[in-house]
Antibody
Framework: EVHLLESGGVSVQSGGSLRLSCAASGFTFTSFAMAWVRQAPGKGLEWVSSLDGDGSKQFYADSVKGRFSISRDNFNNKVFLEMRRLRAEDGALYFC??????????????WGHGTLVTVDS | QTVVTQEPSFSVSPGGTVTFTCDLNFGSVSSSHFPSWYQQTPGQAPRTLIYNTNVRSSDVPLRFSGSILGNKAALTITGAQSEDESTYYCLLRVDTGVWVFGGGTKLTVL
């Protein structure tokens, strides 16, 4: 069974930095791209960043490009989101997501329960 | 800027049929956007319902189906049940490695 456990969410001052972690188990970690998706309180889902299985390709939403960095530790089955120059609008519940594959298609397959980031202005 | 649009809300009677759509602000939605759909109830993580346009995820009831209708992706619930009351999000891959969620459709079953 796939398990994704996020950690690292705390309350931080605007302009500050934070590192989120996601511990994955129950699947061959290196075979799957991973993503972070966030949800501000009372708002919809927003894709933040993705990383392929070997960590060589990273992708970011425009809203976080240049401030956030995604990485992974394939030895310890973890994925990270380094967040810098945090803004009030970055405050959200951050979900760790495992990709799924269906032929040439891909999608967001399994979701963690999220870790909450609060940014105080 | 790429925008994916969904109906903000829908209401359906128990046993009724409802179709949500997912639109792109430029061009048509096609299977190459890998349309997928997610269900979320308050306080819970999203649940994957449909991927690759029309493939049901494991344990998803047969009453949920996905399709392309005209130039939009669509999610249909045939025979809605009270437990289907949730918010539904579509997701499109708009460029290599780049994804955009729709704003979500809140479904009321009454």
């Amino acid at each position: 069974e796939v398990h994704l456990l996020e950690s690292g969410g705390v309350s931080v001052q605007s302009g500050g930095s934070l590192r989120l972690s996601c511990a994955a188990s129950g699947f061959t970690f290196t075979s799957f791209a991973m993503a972070w998706v966030r949800q501000a309180p009372g708002k919809g889902l927003e894709w933040v960043s993705s990383l392929d299985g070997d960590g060589s390709k990273q992708f970011y939403a425009d809203s976080v490009k240049g401030r956030f960095s995604i990485s992974r530790d394939n030895f310890n089955n973890k994925v990270f989101l380094e967040m810098r120059r945090l803004r009030a609008e970055d405050g959200a519940l951050y979900f760790c997501v495992k990709y799924g594959y269906s032929g040439a298609a891909m999608y967001f397959d399994q979701w963690g329960h999220g870790t909450l980031v609060t940014v105080d202005s | 800027q790429t925008v994916v649009t969904q109906e903000p809300s829908f209401s359906v009677s128990p046993g009724g049929t409802v179709t949500f759509t997912c639109d792109l602000n430029f061009g048509s939605v096609s299977s190459s956007h890998f349309p997928s759909w997610y269900q979320q109830t308050p306080g819970q993580a999203p649940r994957t319902l449909i991927y690759n346009t029309n493939v049901r995820s494991s344990d998803v009831p047969l009453r949920f189906s996905g399709s392309i209708l005209g130039n939009k992706a669509a999610l249909t619930i045939t025979g809605a049940q009270s437990e289907d009351e949730s918010t539904y999000y579509c997701l499109l891959r708009v460029d290599t490695g780049v994804w955009v969620f729709g704003g979500g459709t809140k479904l009321t079953v009454l």
